[in-house]
Nanobody
Framework: QVQLVESGGGLVQAGGSLRLSCAASGRTFSSYAVGWFRQVPGKEREFVAT???????YYGDSVKGRFTISRDNAKNTVYLQMNSLKPEDTAVYYCAARPSVVFSITEGDYDYWGQGTQVTVSS
């Protein structure tokens, strides 16, 4: 069982930056692939970024070049550095994990989810 707790959300002006954190429980977290997703009310959850335990990464087209996913396996923590934020990045951001060495961009492939953290970008 893995528990995930996100933090770092908030209100920021367009063009600004935020760093989200996701703290995970579990001794084998380094063997899990992790992902960040986001959701706006009334819309489906959208893939943002993913990383394997060996630090392979992949990004959604809407955030490529602006967001960076990273992880510190020693601290059981995953980060999402968000730069050049736009109003359309406003959403609840969720951290997710799956017990696999292969990452996924599909929501249904993840077994564990955090409670989400709100990110609001003002214009």
């Amino acid at each position: 069982q893995v528990q995930l707790v996100e933090s770092g959300g908030g209100l920021v002006q367009a063009g600004g930056s935020l760093r989200l954190s996701c703290a995970a429980s579990g001794r084998t977290f380094s063997s899990y692939a992790v992902g960040w997703f986001r959701q706006v009310p009334g819309k489906e959850r959208e893939f943002v970024a993913t990383a394997t335990g060996s630090y392979l990464t992949y990004y959604g087209d809407s955030v490529k070049g602006r967001f960076t996913i990273s992880r510190d396996n020693a601290k059981n923590t995953v980060y999402l550095q968000m730069n050049s934020l736009k109003p359309e990045d406003t959403a609840v951001y969720y951290c997710a994990a799956r017990p696999s060495v292969v990452f996924s961009i599909t929501e249904g492939d993840y077994d564990y989810w955090g409670q989400g953290t709100q990110v609001t970008v003002s214009s």
